[in-house]
T-cell receptor
């Protein structure tokens, strides 16, 4: 199993450009999430999904869109990038078996995004 | 809403000394608690978790944590720190849909 994969590893954008951060998992996990990590802020939840076709907002959703058309993929879209979106982005997945909130989340390696 | 506080931004420990990283949480129900470690430029690795049973939890790499409901704490400990333990440590509380609320992290520096 590859686990959780994210592409690209690094990206530089200009203000106003759009892009999609890709996330895929091969563990047949129902739950997937996107977090952003900023220095001194820990990780904050952007959006999450509890299954194909179902998404919801987290703590910091503004400026980001998501969709979940398959169990495996959960892309994060920036429609018009802003310097405030400079961050490291992590995708995570977990199963929905008994224990729900207690199930381990598996994290991808992250995407480092710089918006100029 | 749940929250996690890690009071120490940085901690420096001598190699071979003991370590305790503090974590306090705020959560209305029975908490699901986690400790993750992140080495520079890397992703997050789960050290240990607690959601029921024995309040002293053993994890990987010789770490343990103790859940104290009366103090709303879940402190991470290691009896003897190695230079390879230098990293950033995050405490987190789990919520209903397997999402996590993280603390702001504690950076551990290990001195020779």
């Amino acid at each position: 199993n590859a686990g959780v994969t994210q592409t690209p590893k690094f990206q530089v954008l200009k203000t106003g450009q759009s892009m999609t951060l890709q996330c895929a998992q091969d563990m047949n996990h129902e739950y997937m999430s996107w977090y952003r990590q900023d220095p001194g802020m820990g990780l904050r939840l952007i959006h999450y999904s509890v299954g194909a076709g179902i998404t919801d907002q987290g703590e910091v959703p503004n400026g980001y869109n998501v969709s979940r058309s398959t169990t495996e993929d959960f892309p994060l879209r920036l429609l018009s990038a802003a310097p405030s979106q400079t961050s490291v982005y992590f995708c995570a997945s977990s199963s929905n078996i008994a224990g729900g909130p207690g199930n381990e989340q598996f994290f991808g390696p992250g995407t480092r995004l710089t918006v100029l | 809403a749940q929250s996690v506080t890690q009071p120490d931004i940085h901690i420096t420990v001598s190699e071979g000394a003991s370590l305790e990283l503090r974590c306090n949480y705020s959560y209305g129900a029975t908490p699901y608690l986690f400790w993750y470690v992140q080495s520079p430029g890397q992703g997050l690795q789960l050290l240990l978790k607690y959601f029921s049973g024995d309040t002293l939890v053993q994890g990987i790499k010789g770490f343990e944590a103790e859940f104290k409901r009366s103090q709303s704490s879940f402190n991470l400990r290691k009896p003897s720190v190695h230079w390879s333990d230098a990293a950033e440590y995050f405490c987190a509380v789990g919520s209903g849909y397997s999402t996590l609320t993280f603390g702001k992290g504690t950076m551990l520096l290990v001195s020779p």
